[in-house]
């Protein structure tokens, strides 16, 4: 019996937090794809001059240790408030994941918010016998530390020292 192989599995993360401020105070960071300084790991944005409801957006994040991501914006449901995004070029040693796909959504809950990002990835190694630090592992690893770090800083900001 013959079996047919193929490449890594995707992997999904999903993180959350609750911030003290209402949703749509939130959402007008979030939901802003042409700025997601909010986040400590960017450095930079930069996206085309698309209008988000129209047409197809893509931008460019430059990461504070130089690395350079592009993505393109996939989803965007004010009315929802919630935001997807695919990226098109990554950076293995600063994330090391292959067709990173992020959603993240803000509900209200009773005056303050809670904020979901999930992440669905595959690693960044696509063959058989990955080297460690681009295994799943390492993939979960960086995406989980990622969304957090993001979401907590999130928090910061928008709770301003409380």
């Keep these: 019996m013959l079996a047919n192989a193929h490449g890594p599995s995707r992997k999904k993360e999903i993180s959350t ?5 209402p949703a749509d105070k939130v959402w007008e960071v979030v939901g802003n794809y042409r700025d997601m300084g909010w986040h400590p790991q960017i450095d930079k944005t930069e996206a085309d001059p698309g209008e988000y409801k129209k047409e197809v957006t893509k931008r460019k994040l430059t ?8 993505d393109t914006l996939t989803r965007y449901e004010p009315e929802n408030k919630t935001i997807a995004f695919l990226t098109n070029d990554e950076d293995l040693k600063t994330l090391p994941v292959e067709g990173y796909s992020s959603t993240i959504s803000v509900a209200d809950e009773g005056g303050k918010s809670k904020v979901e990002w999930k992440g669905a990835f595959y690693r960044g190694y696509m063959n058989n ?3 460690p630090e681009l ?3 390492a993939a979960i690893a960086a995406v989980t530390a ?15 020292g409380k």
Excluded: H, M, R, V
Excluded at 17 to 21: M, Q, R, V
Excluded at 63 to 70: W, Y
Excluded at 146 to 160: I, M, R, S, T, V
């Design 17 to 21: 937090i609750e911030i003290d401020a």
């Design 63 to 70: 990461f504070k240790n130089g690395a350079i991501f592009t």
């Design 129 to 131: 016998d990955p080297p």
């Design 135 to 137: 295994s799943d592992k």
């Design 146 to 160: 990622f969304q957090k770090e993001g979401l907590e800083a999130l928090k910061a900001k928008l709770e301003g």
